[in-house]
Structures are given as structure tokens and as C-alpha cells.
């Protein structure tokens, strides 16, 4: 299983598009990147999942390059409800890899 | 997305006790459903992979003996903390597979369990 590194924390302020990037250097052929984001006392819930380029939905956009070794989850407009811990992971969906959580990204979205 | 529902939400225990923590997928079949912990501030640990119709796989370092999983049906995983002690109150969070192509893994909402 690939192993993820993010950073610790972010700071932003309302309205402002935030961008977290995570490296995965020994990315795996048919891995595809997961993005979950956790709120105190839930569970974590999924955000976007790709397998290279670009991947949008009505929350996020995820930036792939050619080469796979990192992702970039791009959060556009972010409000203070998006205050979470974002995780990255990386598996392999055909084979219902067990996802290890690395520390998360901690982002903090000020007023 | 995908709905997955744990049951209890908290639950209160005396030590020495055993508490049963159950895991459904609601509107997909899950062959494969995973079992983490979570302590204040940390990340999910993964302490099990539950599989349909066979036995659990543990993750090194925990006690297989004293978290039982029962995987019995394709939208039921139970995990049940036998004896409990202080030391073992957490935050459960079960995750299940929805398999297939383009297979995601879906959260629920996590058990917060205290015993005291």
C-alpha cells in the first residue's frame, strides 16, 4: 500500500480556494487516490477519488499530474463548515484494499 | 453516496463487560467491511478486515480474542469489545466496500464507546 504524506495543517479564510497536496511517490499501477474529509466525532466522508488528470464534482476538484506521484484536492470558495481533517489515501478499488490512514491535513477556515 | 449506519452511536459500559457495535450497509451489499479506532486528535487506526462469510483479519497488535468481528451477511458487521476495559474507550468507525469497478469505500457515522 502506497504510503501518503500531507501536510499537518492549513489556515484559510472564508471564501478563498484552498489547495492541499498530497504526495504518494510509490503509487501502485492500479491505485486510484481517494480524498475523505472528517469532522469531530464522524466518521470520514468521501470527497472525490481519481486515477490521473482531472476529476471534478459539485464539491471539489482533484488534480492528478502525468506521473501519478502526488494529487492536489482543490476545495474552491471554502466557508467555515469546511474546518476538517482532509485524508488522502491510495488503493486499489478492484481489489477492496484496506485504506491505512496516514495524519490527515488539518484545515482551519477563519471568518 | 453510499449509506453506512453504525449502531450504537455511544454506548456506556462497566469494565469487564463486553459491548456490541453494529456496522450495516444500507442500500449496497458490502463483502468486505473494515474496522477502525480512533483516539482524540489521531487518525484512524485500522484494527480489522471483516470478509462475508469467513474470519476477520487482524491488523498486527491487536487482540483478536478481545474484539470479535462477525461478518454474517453481505450488510451486517459486528464488532463486540469483550471485557472491556477504560483503556479500550474509543471511537469506533466501521467502513464498508461497495466492490466491483470503481469500487469506494464508504464510512459510517462511528461509535464513541466509554467504559468505566
Known amino acids: 500500500l502506497a504510503k501518503t504524506t500531507q501536510p499537518i495543517s492549513m489556515d484559510s479564510y472564508e471564501g478563498q480556494e484552498v489547495n492541499i497536496t498530497c504526495s504518494h511517490n510509490?503509487?501502485?499501477?492500479?491505485?486510484?487516490i481517494t480524498w475523505y474529509q472528517q469532522f469531530p466525532s464522524q466518521g470520514p466522508r468521501f470527497i472525490i477519488q481519481g486515477y490521473k488528470t482531472k476529476v471534478t464534482n459539485e464539491v471539489a476538484s482533484l488534480f492528478i499530474p502525468a506521473d501519478r506521484k502526488s494529487s492536489t484536492l482543490s476545495l474552491p470558495r471554502v466557508s467555515l463548515s469546511d474546518t476538517a481533517v482532509y485524508y488522502c489515501l491510495v488503493g486499489a478499488p478492484y481489489n477492496t484494499d484496506k485504506l491505512i490512514f496516514g495524519t490527515g491535513t488539518r484545515l482551519q477556515v477563519f471568518p | 453516496g453510499a449509506v453506512v449506519s453504525q449502531h450504537p452511536s455511544w454506548v456506556i459500559c462497566k469494565s469487564g463487560t463486553s459491548v456490541k457495535i453494529e456496522c450495516r450497509s444500507l442500500?449496497?451489499?458490502?463483502?468486505?467491511m473494515f474496522w477502525y479506532r480512533q483516539f482524540p486528535k489521531q487518525s484512524l487506526m485500522l484494527m480489522a478486515t471483516?470478509?462475508?462469510?469467513?474470519?476477520?483479519?487482524?491488523e498486527q497488535g491487536v487482540e483478536k480474542d478481545k474484539f470479535l468481528i462477525n461478518h454474517a451477511s453481505l450488510t451486517l458487521s459486528t464488532l463486540t469489545v469483550t471485557s472491556a476495559h477504560p483503556e479500550d474507550s474509543s471511537f469506533y468507525i466501521c467502513?464498508?466496500?461497495?466492490?466491483?469497478?470503481?469500487?469506494?469505500?464508504?464510512f459510517g457515522e462511528g461509535s464513541w464507546l466509554t467504559v468505566v
Open positions: 471483516s470478509n462475508e462469510g469467513s474470519k476477520a483479519t487482524y
Open positions: 467502513s464498508a466496500s461497495t466492490g466491483g469497478a470503481g469500487n469506494t469505500i464508504y
Open positions: 510509490n503509487i501502485a499501477t492500479n491505485d486510484y
Open positions: 442500500d449496497f451489499q458490502a463483502t468486505t
